[in-house]
């Protein structure tokens, strides 16, 4: 039994290190990719030759491989996690670790390293501009991480909740669900694009990465959080049954980035935009079902 609480508490921790990381993650990158235009920063002499450019078909990956570092990130903290999540500033401990050992002192001679200056050719100022995307982005996601964390030991019962957090708390985990089925879209587009064995011309579709194409998993979220807020009431209400649901959902994430490649970039394969929209559907109505019990007893 003892076994199977850790399991579970390690589960939930790890989904919370994931949402983390993924959305400061992709937040962040699209900022700071735009304000200090990454594309031209890699075409410089040396760094074209230490980055790969912004076009290339693999940048379109980066975002789908995140919820992989998130699990390693989980991995790594979670024996340590008692000592972030107990101590009143558990998210300046858990930022000062990943400054120390992630971006100043890794073993590798990384960029914004210690050993990344000495030992490789990349300018300063290559090592310098690194570090508002990377301070802000670990500094947004160790605070986002230690707050959430600590919800679960101090957290309220529903039913002693007034009406107004009740609204909150709804409303949160709808964002929550929303935010769960980014990793729907991760697997979906790992899977979509060896499937299509980079038949798409992904280049021409990631030509000069702009922030139209980068915003289509906004977009997404968007039309989620809409969408999840919309049809949990009929779900709750037993109007709508958990396998009509997830057909629902499953057009609503096929239609999406299938539309939305459609207009800003390339016209996506049928059979490729509802591999991609089928992991979400099923994180969603997977996060809903498991949390209906605390949806119904908001009672709103």
């Not at 075409?43 to 990956?61: N, V």
């Not at 007034?162 to 990793?183: D, E, G, L, P, R």
């Amino acid at each position: 039994m003892a076994d199977k609480f850790i399991l579970k508490d390690f589960l939930s921790f790890t989904f919370k290190v994931i949402i983390a990381h993924t959305i400061t993650y992709f937040i962040f990158g699209l900022l700071m990719s735009n304000i200090f235009d990454y594309g031209e920063l890699f075409r410089q002499d040396i760094i074209k030759d230490y980055m790969r450019p912004i076009d290339s078909p693999y940048i379109l990956f980066g975002p789908f491989l995140q919820p992989v570092r998130g699990l390693l990130f989980a991995i790594g903290i979670w024996p340590i996690r008692a000592l972030i999540i107990g101590k009143k500033n558990g998210w300046l401990i858990l930022w000062n670790i990943i400054i120390i050992f992630g971006i100043l002192s890794t073993p590798s001679a990384s960029p914004s390293s210690i050993e990344g200056l000495i030992y490789s050719k990349l300018p300063l100022w290559y090592h310098l501009i690194g570090f508002p995307e990377l301070l802000l982005q670990t500094l947004t996601f160790s605070l986002i991480l230690v707050w959430w964390t600590k919800q679960k030991s101090e957290k309220q019962p529903i039913n002693q909740l007034s009406k107004s957090k009740k609204q909150v708390t709804y409303f949160v985990m709808i964002i929550m669900t929303a935010c769960f089925a980014y990793v729907g879209y991760a697997v979906g587009g790992i899977l979509s694009a060896t499937l299509s064995g980079f038949q798409i011309d992904l280049k021409e579709a990631s030509s000069s990465v702009s922030i139209k194409s980068q915003l289509m998993f906004v977009v997404a979220f968007v039309v989620n959080v809409i969408s999840i807020f919309s049809l949990t009431k009929p779900w709750l209400k037993n109007k709508i049954d958990l396998t009509k649901l997830f057909f629902v959902f499953w057009f609503i994430d096929t239609s999406v980035p299938l539309l939305y490649q459609a207009v800003f970039s390339y016209m996506m394969p049928l059979h490729l935009a509802m591999i991609l929209g089928f992991f979400p559907a099923v994180v969603i109505v997977v996060s809903l079902y498991f949390n209906r019990k605390n949806l119904a007893e908001l009672d709103l």
